[in-house]
């Protein structure tokens, strides 16, 4: 796991040793063990190294033998030993044995088609001296990030976009479109980022340059569900057998490396599961010869309504592997402020939650037990439907079937009045009349499952917007959907929102924040719920063992219950959550949150009208502790606005106020 930056100047123009150190010094953080770079004519290419494969060999950039290709790669391919076998048995030899130069080995050999071998997390960048090509490539999944910008014939990449502002070749502008998406859909629509001039690569896709040209991008992979009635099987048990068997060989797959693997775990299936696998095969390991224990990770808080810390442990004894546990809530209210401006920093986009603070914070404790690698369960509830979303759009789906529309309203209000606050299911009451629908699907070609959640905010979002961003549209979305609309055609309900959700929120937010919040630290998250072949699967998987009525994940749980303790079982896992106005918004926090949220600061960012952000601010702290679902959800909108707010803010201040320390290298 790695940090790689790049330049390519299409003219020829040399590319400065001392512009590439700065951009590779941005990034240290990814990988402090060795940085290093290359300069070839027009072109530069650095690296961030975080040892893991071949600790000993391996570093990069890497060349080929005669000099032509040179390689910067970020990531883990975890079939490279089989990879490298077939190459031996074709004559190859190799001078290491590090995964990169079975990357190299197999691009001298097949070109970039390679990509379509490789099984992992990744992304590249490789210049062939003799043509004067670059072609860059990232993961199907968008699990490991890669951005660029294009101007006047220069290219430049990087792993995270402080790489590219550090290059001092690029000025900083937040894109209002984008800033107003993060209200909206929490994330950007790729290839948009929250800067104008950057762009992500799109997960599954390469990027070419040629001499004299301009880039040009080529998708290598899609997802493919089947047509709805086109399933393999719809026998249970033929799908746990399948799935089970796909899910031992991903996490297998994801123990490459020579140092110890950890595990993020909650309360939750998801890190159950994969904690569970990676004890099972790490202790036969153990069991052969081989040293080492599974050291599992847990977030903590003081309130239970927050915290799970006692089931993770209940998980952990019951799994036999030792856990430790971070208590948030021992942590300053100046250092958690803090806190959050270096997760702004790292992530280079705007939260609405305040879950990244744990979570940088975890990281932080494995790095200070100098551990490298976790496994965690992002993605399950991407492959599975696992979110309040997938069954509040199955409420849509029964509500159709209603008679009309006064009893489809008291279907609403009697079944789900428990689990949703009463203004929220009217909210969703009103979202679901028939001519919605039919617009929605217009667009969409479907209803996602997400599109209710999108606009939550809509109405406590657009009174904080000053005329430039209320005027940015959101053509993106438009695009995005456009695109989608072509290929879910014919497929259930679940699974369009699924192959929606695989396009925009798993690599725009998911993965990305599993990144970044753990790369912040030296640390490489692996997430084996996110292998291609076990993503291909599932999708396979007929929607009723996904969701099953209102059992999300079915098939998931239904296999790893066996192996946990009794309370996942009867446990309703909760969303991971965390206090925000406790946190952010008091009235004692106001003189530190004053260089973000005074009316001086938001005029000079130009975004935020400054006297709604102050009334929202008082509302927060007159409502008092929530004493039912309808106060928590009015304040729970009003809060997360706010932090989209004050996260913008942080970020114009870091980057185009210049204050990020990606601005000031020697």
């Not at 007929?542 to 009794?566: F, S, T, W």
């Amino acid at each position: 796991m790695c940090g790689i930056a790049l330049i390519y100047h299409n003219d020829g123009r040399p590319a400065l040793a001392e512009t590439m150190r700065r951009m590779v010094k941005s990034i240290a953080h990814r990988g402090p063990d060795a940085l290093t770079q290359v300069e070839r004519g027009g072109v530069a290419l650095g690296h961030a190294r975080l040892s893991i494969v071949d600790v000993a060999g391996g570093g990069q950039p890497m060349l080929s033998d005669d000099g032509r290709l040179a390689l910067v790669f970020n990531g883990e391919i975890y079939n490279y030993q089989a990879l490298r076998k077939n190459l031996e048995k074709s004559g190859i030899q190799f001078r290491t044995h590090s995964d990169t130069e079975v990357l190299l080995r197999l691009y001298e050999r097949e070109g970039i088609a390679c990509v379509n071998q490789l099984r992992g997390m990744f992304a590249f960048a490789i210049h062939d001296r003799e043509s004067g090509q670059i072609e860059l490539a990232r993961d199907r999944l968008g699990i490991k990030p890669l951005f660029y910008h294009w101007a006047g014939g220069t290219l430049l990449a990087g792993s995270e976009i402080k790489a590219l502002f550090a290059s001092n070749m690029l000025t900083p502008a937040l894109d209002p479109t984008a800033i107003r998406g993060y209200f909206r859909y929490q994330f950007a629509i790729s290839p948009q980022t929250p800067f104008v001039g950057v762009k992500e690569l799109p997960p599954g896709y390469i990027l070419t340059v040629d001499e004299g040209s301009e880039p040009s991008l080529q998708q290598y992979w899609d997802l493919e569900f089947p047509r709805d009635g086109e399933y393999e099987s719809l026998d249970e048990a033929y799908w746990m057998s399948r799935f089970g068997d796909a899910f031992e060989d991903a996490a297998s797959s994801h123990l490459i490396g020579d140092v110890p693997i950890g595990a993020y775990l909650s309360g939750g299936i998801d890190s159950a599961a994969t904690t569970r696998l990676l004890a099972k095969y790490v202790n036969s390991a153990a069991a052969g010869g081989s040293t080492g224990t599974v050291q599992s990770y847990t977030i903590g808080f003081n309130s239970p309504v927050n915290d799970e810390s006692c089931l993770a442990k209940d998980i952990a004894d019951h799994l036999g592997v030792p856990n430790e546990m971070i208590n948030v809530d021992e942590v300053s209210a100046d250092a958690l402020l803090t806190k959050l401006r270096q997760c702004i920093y790292h992530l280079e986009q705007p939260q609405r939650l305040a879950v990244d603070v744990p979570h940088f914070m975890l990281s932080e404790m494995v790095n200070n037990n100098r551990q490298k690698v976790v496994f965690t369960g992002d993605g399950a509830d991407e492959i599975f439907g696992g979110y309040d979303c997938f069954r509040q759009d199955a409420m849509r789906t029964w509500g159709n079937q209603q008679k009309n529309s006064r009893q489809r309203k008291r279907f609403y209000l009697n079944e789900y009045r428990g689990d949703f606050a009463e203004a929220h299911v009217r909210y969703l009451f009103e979202n679901h009349k028939a001519k919605h629908q039919r617009s929605v699907k217009r667009q969409f070609g479907c209803y996602p499952a997400w599109f209710d959640f999108w606009h939550t905010l809509d109405d406590v979002a657009e009174p904080l917007f000053t005329d430039e961003l209320r005027g940015a549209n959101n053509e993106p979305m438009a695009y995005a959907a456009e695109q989608m609309n072509k290929r879910i055609d014919g497929l259930h309900d679940l699974n369009k929102s699924l192959y929606i959700e695989t396009k925009t929120r798993l690599p725009g937010w998911i993965l990305w924040k599993s990144d970044r919040l753990s790369m912040a630290h030296s640390v490489e998250t692996r997430v084996p719920f996110m292998d291609h072949y076990l993503v291909e699967l599932a999708a396979k998987i007929p929607p009723g063992l996904k969701l099953n009525g209102m059992d999300e994940k079915y098939l998931l749980r239904k296999l790893m219950m066996p192996h946990l303790p009794e309370h996942p079982a009867a446990y309703k896992k909760r969303a991971f959550y965390t206090p925000i106005r406790e946190w952010f918004f008091t009235p004692e926090r106001q003189e530190a949150l004053s260089p973000y949220l005074s009316a001086s600061a938001l005029e000079k960012s130009g975004l935020f009208q400054p006297k709604i952000v102050s009334d929202y601010l008082q509302a927060v702290n007159a409502q008092g502790q929530p004493q039912d679902l309808d106060q928590y959800y009015r304040v729970m909108k009003l809060e997360w606005a706010l932090l989209l707010v004050l996260s913008v803010q942080m970020l114009h201040k870091l980057f185009v106020e210049r204050e990020a320390e990606c601005f000031h290298l020697e």
